[in-house]
């Protein structure tokens, strides 16, 4: 089951963005994940606007691919540069429907 990595970011410190931008998905790759959108073009419809910088979207076949590419050691160093430099919010949903009435979808 496919899950989706959603990571909602407010940059405080750029000094880690350059490195995390050019590095990073080389590791979510060797997880069998890839990225779907990583934008800072970010436009609030409905609510109130969060103070963010960018959101990012990542598919994972597994949300065990997923938590093995979150453990990996190569990406330690970049999720603690980006901790140190944001306010990072990582959601976790999978490719379910609660309702279950979608029928391309699997029922949660």
Not at 80 to 97: E, P
């Amino acid at each position: 089951m496919s899950v989706f990595l959603i990571a909602d970011i407010k940059v405080t410190d750029e000094a880690w963005v350059p490195e995390y931008a050019t590095k990073v998905h080389e590791i979510v790759h060797r997880h069998g994940g890839k990225y779907l959108s990583r934008s800072g073009n970010v436009a609030t419809v409905e609510g109130d606007a969060l103070d963010t910088s960018l959101v990012a979207l990542l598919q994972f076949p597994t949300r065990k691919a997923l938590d093995e590419f979150a453990a990996d050691p190569d990406y330690a160093p970049y999720a603690k540069a980006r901790q140190a430099g944001s306010v990072s919010r990582f959601h976790v949903i999978d490719d379910t429907d609660l309702a279950g009435t979608i029928p391309y979808l699997p029922k949660a």
